[in-house]
């Protein structure tokens, strides 16, 4: 597996849209604040009402495969990313 980097992930994250209009998806896994962890298979990237580059948070929200939103936004601590499209990701 090739482990992305930190950087890589949220430039990923950034970009919401393919180069066709439709909204990109990826897989993630974080520990939330509690130390709960937690695996998207599928998802997209959201805003939330926050400045998130300010407070090192991303907002991301589970998706069926018909891109019909399952579940509430989720705020993801950016440090506590650990895997992306499922690979390993680094600090670097």
């Known amino acids: 597996m090739e482990a992305f980097k930190l950087s890589t992930v949220l430039s990923e994250l950034d970009e919401k849209l393919t180069p066709d209009g439709k909204q990109k998806t990826f897989s993630i896994k974080f520990v939330k604040k509690n130390g709960e962890l937690v695996f998207y298979n599928r998802c997209v990237s959201t805003g939330l ?9 991303r907002g991301v929200r589970l998706v069926d495969r018909n891109f019909d939103p399952m579940d509430h936004h989720t705020p993801v601590y950016i440090w506590s990313i650990l895997e992306f499209n499922g690979n390993p990701v680094i600090l670097k």
């Not at 926050?50 to 948070?57: D, I, R, T, V």
């Open 49 to 57: 009402n926050m400045n998130l580059k300010a407070n090192a948070m």
